[in-house]
């Protein structure tokens, strides 16, 4: 029977990584959990080594356990995962979807036209509060399409590597002080136009379409974060998560 204090444990301490609070490469002491949590150490480690089954901690021998903080090698690897197995998924989406996933998806993708438009007549200082609500659409468009493909396995994985992908992230293109607003501006109109690209051909049934769309929408955004990496001297960092992408989540 499992023991509830490790769910305590693991709760926490799961809601303190993706919180920001644990930064990546953060030391998570079992000594140190143990007290703040108010259990023994024991159930502490069993939310650690299931936190590390999640893909969020690293466990190493004689160092003890610490936030995931990933190399720029596995960054590309995870990314070609999620490319492989979105890409699919969209491709299932545009056989199996109902008209209640199309609403899903479109509704997801009304909101991004609108707030596309809305973060490109804002001025850039005042841009935050406005790319929070896109970044959380774009989860939702997302999301509709694995629904859409009514293929479970497939959803919980893709979500693990959104989720790791979110906590152990690198800078978007709008974090990029080198490029002028007009440039970022114009690739925001492409990243929509992808979108619609990609729910155009899932509306059509056109299962080659959505995943050649879907497949060239995140080797783009792939290719895009490299080249910010590269342009600010590579390394990836942390941010937390707002509660509508906690929402996502399993």
């Known amino acids: 029977m499992k023991d509830v204090n490790s769910d305590i444990a693991y709760d ?14 953060a030391s998570l002491a079992t000594k140190t959990l143990s007290a703040e949590i108010g259990v023994s150490r024991t159930p502490v480690r069993d939310a650690l080594r299931q936190l590390e089954a999640d893909g969020l901690v690293t466990i190493q021998a004689r160092l003890g356990a610490s936030v995931k903080q990933m ?3 596995e960054f590309r690897e995870m990314c070609g995962l999620r490319l492989a ?13 109902t008209e209640e996933d199309l609403r899903e998806i479109s ?3 009304e909101a991004m036209r609108k707030l596309t438009e ?10 935050e509060a406005v790319l929070e609500a896109l970044r959380r ?13 009514k293929n479970e396995l497939m959803k919980s994985e893709i979500l693990r590597l959104h989720l790791i992908n979110r906590v152990v992230t690198v800078p978007g293109p709008e974090r990029d002080v080198q490029l002028e607003k007009k440039t970022i501006d114009a690739r925001r109109r492409a990243v929509l136009a992808s979108h619609e690209e990609i729910f ?3 509306r ?3 299962a080659a379409g959505a995943r050649d769309a879907m497949a060239a929408h995140i080797q783009d955004i792939v290719d895009n974060t490299l080249r910010v990496l590269a342009l600010q001297g590579g390394g990836v960092s942390g941010r937390a998560l707002t509660e509508e992408e906690l929402s996502y989540v399993p």
Do not use: C, W
């Open 12 to 25: 926490y301490i799961r809601k303190r990584i993706l919180g920001g609070e644990y930064a990546p490469g």
């Open 71 to 73: 190399a720029l090698k």
């Open 85 to 97: 197995l979105e890409s699919f998924a969209a491709g299932l989406a545009a056989t199996n979807r």
């Open 107 to 109: 509704l997801a993708l």
């Open 118 to 127: 809305k973060i490109i007549a804002t001025a850039r200082d005042k841009e």
């Open 137 to 149: 659409e774009d989860v939702r468009f997302h999301v509709a399409i694995m629904s859409a493909a």
């Open 200 to 202: 155009v051909a899932i």
């Open 204 to 206: 059509q049934g056109d």
